[in-house]
């Protein structure tokens, strides 16, 4: 069993930055690609970003493109999201998620191996 929990969340001015880390447990995930999504109140759960297993390829969904970066650091089982330039609309909570799949494929939430509970970003104006 995998274990994944966020940390990192809180609140922020519009224009800040704030970073979220997940960390894994239960084994390694060394060989899972790794992402975030956030989902807003009354929305769909949406992708953010996602980093492959060795860190060499990372992709971003278009709204947070050049504000937000995506890192891991498998000796520590940890996946990192660096966001920069919050905007109200990044007021969300923030979920790690990890899959056995190609990196390509991790903006797709369904069927996703493990889920972390989600940590609540809030960006005020």
């Known amino acids: 069993q995998v274990e994944l929990a966020e940390s990192g969340g809180g609140s922020v001015q519009a224009g800040g930055s704030l970073g979220l880390s997940c960390v894994a447990s239960?084994?390694?995930?060394?060989?899972?690609?790794m992402g975030w999504f956030h989902q807003a109140p009354g929305k769909e759960r949406e992708f953010v970003a996602a980093?492959?297993?060795?860190?060499?390829?990372?992709y971003y969904g278009d709204s947070v493109k050049g504000r937000f970066s995506i890192s891991r650091d498998n000796a520590r089982n940890t996946v990192y999201l660096q966001m920069n330039s919050l905007k109200g609309e990044d007021t969300a909570v923030y979920y790690c998620?990890?899959?056995?799949?190609?990196?390509?494929?991790?903006?797709?939430?369904?069927?996703?191996?493990?889920w972390g509970k989600g940590t609540l970003v809030t960006v005020s104006s």
């Open positions: 998620a990890a899959g056995e799949r190609s990196v390509q494929s991790m903006h797709v939430a369904y069927g996703m191996d493990y």
């Open positions: 239960g084994r390694t995930l060394s060989r899972y690609a």
């Open positions: 980093i492959s297993w060795s860190g060499s390829s990372a």
